[in-house]
């Protein structure tokens, strides 16, 4: 086979996706904790996170104690906790498909990591008095990674029906199942970039140039088979990362005094997203192929 195109036979049970199972497991914790770091960010930007903190430094144990004491005696710990306890609860629920290779549970997980995102997303549109886009709408409810994720999740047979197919067993020169979700991502999450993008007031060329690279590539990919264009796309998306964060700090949306604050929320934001993960899947799903990359590029 030439060019690194790869035509694999399917197997029955898991298709050999344990590794599908735990990326997908891992995609949805690092999102439920964007949720949060977007969430803090958010109260910290109205500066609810520097009062509470110079609160905290500033108060003695006996008056911190009291205040706790004042916020459950005025029941405003149950609405918080409320809202706290459908990320916990997922969380949770992420770690144990993730822990146990229950498949069960990491659809249940999936689709309420769906339903936080569809509330966030609708919360903050009632922030902005409702102002996006039909195309940002459609992007950010319709056609993101967690749907991906999501039907994913549903390709993946539960253990009983995989008991004769264990890790030993999988081909590790190359995992269909995981080259087709890596695949699919980079093209939804390139589609989903271009669409927000033209729902952008903004003019973003180097950002949308980039998007529609990945959305071509994700669909080369589906088509060629080649582990190469997975990687290509992995590469096209860090250093898109790089120029929307660098854009983003430089956009003057914030005070002067908020910058340090945006770049450690930047960066953060970078590091904890899931999309980073499908990045690194990209290059496992052919781990010989990888090799053999990097050592030409290090002779070279």
Known sequence: MNGGEHKVAEKPGLNGNWALLRICAIILIVNVLSMVSNMLFMVGRDGGLSTLWETITTSSFED???????????????????????????????????????????????????????????????????????????ACLFINLNIVVAVATFFIRPKRHAEEINDAQVDEHFNL???????????????????????????????????????????????KKNSLILMVCSLLMFVQFFVGGF???????????????????????????????????????????????????KRS
């Open 247 to 297: 854009q983003h700090i430089n956009a003057g949306y914030f005070p002067e005094d908020a910058r340090i604050f945006v770049i450690v929320h930047t960066i953060v934001n970078s590091i904890i997203n899931p999309i980073i993960a499908v990045c690194v899947a990209a290059f496992f799903v052919e781990p010989e192929q990888t090799k053999r990359y990097l050592q030409k590029i």
């Open 64 to 138: 911190i104690i009291a205040m706790i004491g004042l916020f459950v005696v005025s029941g405003v710990i149950v609405p918080v906790g409320l809202a706290v306890l459908p990320f916990v609860s997922t969380l949770a629920l992420c770690i144990f498909a993730l822990v146990k290779k229950n498949v069960i549970a990491l659809k249940i997980a999936a689709l309420l990591v769906i339903a936080l995102g569809f509330v966030g997303h609708l919360m903050s549109l009632r922030s902005v008095g409702g102002t996006q886009s039909i195309f940002g709408l459609i």
């Open 177 to 223: 199942g995981l080259y087709r979700f890596c695949a699919l991502s980079f093209l939804v999450v390139g589609l989903n970039s271009i669409l927000l993008m033209i729902s952008s007031p903004v003019s973003l060329y180097v950002l949308a140039l980039l998007s529609f690279a990945t959305m071509l590539g994700g669909i080369l990919a589906l088509v």
